[in-house]
T-cell receptor
Framework: ETGVTQTPRHLVMGMTNKKSLKCEQHLGHNAMYWYKQSAKKPLELMFVYSLEERVENNSVPSRFSPECPNSSHLFLHLHTLQPEDSALYLC?????????????FGPGTRLTVT | AQSVTQLDSHVSVSEGTPVLLRCNYSSSYSPSLFWYVQHPNKGLQLLLKYTSAATLVKGINGFEAEFKKSETSFHLTKPSAHMSDAAEYFCVVSDGPGGYQKVTFGTGTKLQVIP
């Protein structure tokens, strides 16, 4: 596979469930990102990892927990979500965090919280 | 302060006619600017980028954008729209001191192409 892949592509979960989103990049990049895309709102940057270290956390509720075990993989662990968390969750990667900010995006996971 | 404003949430053009998607930005540094496209149920794809070199930037699929510092604009254009151009387009600004880059996405412009 090439580029940035995300699994699952669609997820429906109840508010008491625990689930995880997975992202994998095959580009040799050093930085990875989680974004939330909701209808009629700008894309929201949630978390940034650079060389497997979390470098940015934009006031995201603790019910979202990221994990970056290595530079190729990024997870978003979900628990006790709310209906307003329903959105498209996009993963992205870039060569590095500090310079020109060109990102490569995965196709996203469409999350529905019931 | 950093911000980006996409002036139109929806643009509708006829196939074969020019496309203009407007973007204005503000930045306290020398910014990099990007346009991304998102087709339905897909992730974002980079169309083109400006990084302080030539002010007229050419991208994929015949799109181009011109960085105008005096107008703080980075509008996206294409001479002739194709049906496959129907998608949502995002203008993005990135700037920051030293090695730290902050990024802001615009709210997006949905382009409709009428046959």
């Amino acid at each position: 596979e090439t580029g940035v892949t995300q699994t699952p592509r669609h997820l429906v979960m109840g508010m008491t469930n625990k689930k995880s989103l997975k992202c994998e990049q095959h580009l040799g990049h050093n930085a990875m990102y989680w974004y939330k895309q909701s209808a009629k709102k700008p894309l929201e940057l949630m978390f940034v990892y650079s060389l497997e270290e979390r470098v940015e956390n934009n006031s995201v509720p603790s019910r979202f927990s990221p994990e970056c075990p290595n530079s190729s993989h990024l997870f978003l662990h979900l628990h006790t979500l709310q209906p307003e968390d329903s959105a498209l969750y996009l993963c992205a990667s870039s060569q590095d965090r500090g310079r020109v900010f060109e990102q490569y995006f995965g196709p996203g996971t469409r999350l529905t919280v019931t | 302060a950093q911000s980006v404003t996409q002036l139109d949430s929806h643009v509708s053009v006829s196939e074969g006619t020019p496309v203009l998607l407007r973007c204005n930005y503000s930045s306290s540094y020398s910014p990099s600017l990007f346009w991304y496209v998102q087709h339905p149920n897909k992730g974002l794809q980079l169309l083109l980028k400006y990084t302080s070199a030539a002010t007229l930037v050419k991208g994929i699929n015949g799109f181009e954008a011109e960085f105008k510092k005096s107008e703080t604009s980075f509008h996206l254009t294409k001479p002739s729209a194709h049906m496959s151009d129907a998608a949502e387009y995002f203008c993005v600004v990135s700037d920051g001191p030293g090695g730290y880059q902050k990024v802001t996405f615009g709210t997006g412009t949905k382009l409709q192409v009428i046959p």
